[in-house]
């Protein structure tokens, strides 16, 4: 299993920008460092929504020109997962 950028250069960038890493680290690195497993969870899961919502080609190409119209298709692209997951 690929894991995520796990990096002592890209943790310093995040870390300057006050973010919180949750980036799992390699099972080589020699600095173990600790993740919130609930926090990271959480961020695969928002990830494979975006995944999800870029299949739509109308998302991941964006044709539409106005930012209105883009983010009612996303509307109606989440719409349509939701109402997929509640009929599973």
Do not use: Q
Request: net charge positive.
């Amino acid at each position: 299993m690929a894991r995520s950028y796990d990096g002592d250069s890209i943790r310093a960038k995040l870390n300057a920008r006050n973010v919180l890493p949750v980036i799992p680290m390699r099972k080589s690195r020699k600095k173990l460092i600790d993740v919130d497993r609930s926090l990271y969870r959480l961020r695969n899961l928002v990830e494979r929504c975006f995944n999800k919502l870029k299949k739509a080609r109308r998302v991941a190409t964006r044709y539409d020109k106005t930012m209105e119209r883009f983010l009612g298709f996303i509307d109606i692209t989440s719409i349509r997962l939701w109402l997929r997951h509640l009929s599973t």
